[in-house]
């Protein structure tokens, strides 16, 4: 296919509005695959891959080594000043963009470093260029760190590029691609939910602040609604929560909550379980745990043959793959991803 063609066919399946709104699920699911599965860019990283080279074997990422990592946007000796002016005080801090690229260069190259590659290679780009990063609904955007421009006008006015108008914009773009503030988990459930029959509560969410990849929770949230809205006729009521906890070990935790009212699986948990151990890709689940995978925990609790359990697909080594629940507690078909905060 010629180039033309190829821009041409890419136009069209981005922009056809006579697709049916399933064809327009299948065609996102399949954008957000290949946008997940892309090879990192830098042939030197040393960042673990969702995925091993056996595509059968399915390798669990530590949702808390990521947190640590995010954590980093708030260190002024880490990844702060991607995303924040300057501080005025030195001491080692960052004063200009090629100290702040060699101090996060050096962060991202590190080999003990264990995040998914979905979260290295948006910060990588962003810092790079070279290639388009993407913004929480999926917007192309391709400013990055040490372009020419940026660098000679830091270099004129000796201060941040978040102080030229021209270059927040952009910069607060990137940096709402990898922290939750208000009111963007609203946001992201509104747009999640558009063109669904399902009638959707939301509880709390403008309070949700937290560091994540929230393009891949956007693509989550409308991967879960999309699969609620195809059992509207069994009940359309939907509510979606933000909550604020604590672990076993005292660590803080923010937990977003998506609960089908009185839908409950209308399949066996083993035969869901045999089906995503024999392929780890299969189906709506295998598509959610392998985008959050190094996120966040992932449960899924409903009554399954009559009987309530708790599945939990992303799990601490300290979880069983299943455990039994109060019945009384189950309400319906319900998804809880939980992220940890340090």
């Not at 693509?219 to 939907?238: G, H």
């Amino acid at each position: 296919m010629e180039q033309k063609e190829l821009k041409e066919f890419l136009y069209f399946l981005t922009h056809n509005k006579n697709l049916t709104r399933t064809q327009q699920l299948k065609r996102d699911a399949l954008l957000a695959r290949d946008y997940l599965s892309e090879k990192v860019d830098s042939k030197n990283s040393n960042v673990n891959k969702e995925k091993s080279e056996n595509p059968k074997v399915f390798k669990a990422l530590s949702a808390l080594d990521t947190a640590h990592f995010l954590a980093l946007f708030n260190d002024p000796l880490g990844l702060k000043y991607l995303t924040h002016d300057f501080d005025p005080i030195s001491d080692g801090r960052p004063q200009s963009l090629e100290t702040l690229h060699s101090q996060v260069r050096e962060l991202l190259n590190k080999k003990d470093l264990t995040i998914p590659s979905s979260l290295w290679s948006p910060i990588n780009r962003y810092l790079e260029g070279g290639k388009k990063w993407y913004d929480t609904f999926g917007t192309e955007h391709s400013s990055y760190i040490v372009n020419p421009k940026w660098k000679n006008w830091c270099s004129q006015n000796k201060m941040h590029p978040i102080n030229n108008p021209d270059f927040a914009n952009e910069i607060l773009s990137f940096r709402s691609t990898v922290r939750l503030v208000s009111p963007l988990l609203k946001d992201i459930c509104d747009r999640a939910k558009k063109g669904f029959t399902i009638n959707v509560k939301e509880v709390k969410l403008e309070k949700a602040d937290f560091y994540t990849n929230t393009y891949i929770l956007y693509m989550v949230m409308k991967r879960i609604l999309s699969m609620m809205n195809r059992r509207a006729s069994i009940n359309p009521d939907v509510v979606v929560s933000y909550n604020r906890t604590t672990d076993a070990h005292g660590r803080m935790l923010r937990q977003i909550i998506i609960t089908q009212l009185g839908s409950y699986a209308d399949k066996s948990l083993e035969e869901l379980k045999t089906r995503l151990a024999n392929d780890p890709e299969a189906g709506d689940f295998g598509s959610i745990r392998n985008s959050l995978n190094g996120y966040c925990l992932w449960q899924v609790e409903s009554l399954w043959d009559g009987q309530p359990y708790r599945w939990n697909l992303l799990r601490t080594e300290e979880m069983p793959e299943a455990e039994e629940i109060n019945k009384d507690s189950v309400t319906g078909f319900t998804h809880i991803l939980t992220y940890y905060i340090v």
